[in-house]
Nanobody, 125 residues
Framework: VQLVESGGGSVQAGGSLRVSCAAF????????MGWFREFPGKDREGVAT???????SYADSVKGRFTISQDNAKNTLYLQMNSLKPEDTAMYYC????????????????????WGQGTQVTVSS
């Protein structure tokens, strides 16, 4: 399994970005897929996830601003980020796993076996 992110970049506060994650090399739906972000010196935070039943879960800090979606025909996961803030600046990673609890439990980093290489999102004030 390979996950390849794209679409990060730099934007001013209030702007929007969409990051994408193309998945390769699998034949059955993942239990959970999602986006995590990492701030320097801190653990990764589960930003937004979606499970095999289509249930989404968001970190409180991004609710109402970020939207996770997937295109099964293209095997691609998206994260639309609107009203970006400087505190959203981080490295964003796509991740996927099979097994484990679903729903909001998808935002727990433990158990994810597959990770992308990350894409940097920088929001300037």
């Amino acid at each position: 399994v390979q996950l390849v992110e794209s679409g990060g970049g730099s934007v001013q506060a209030g702007g929007s970005l969409r990051v994408s994650c193309a998945a390769f090399g699998y034949t059955r739906s993942f239990s959970c897929m999602g986006w995590f972000r990492e701030f320097p010196g801190k653990d990764r935070e589960g930003v937004a996830t979606i499970d095999v039943d289509g249930v989404t879960s968001y970190a409180d800090s991004v609710k109402g601003r970020f939207t996770i979606s997937q295109d099964n025909a293209k095997n691609t996961l998206y994260l639309q980020m609107n009203s970006l803030k400087p505190e959203d600046t981080a490295m964003y990673y796509c991740a996927a796993r099979w097994g484990g609890a679903l729903g909001s439990w998808c935002r727990v980093e433990t158990g994810y076996k597959y990770w992308g290489q990350g894409t940097q999102v920088t929001v300037s004030s």
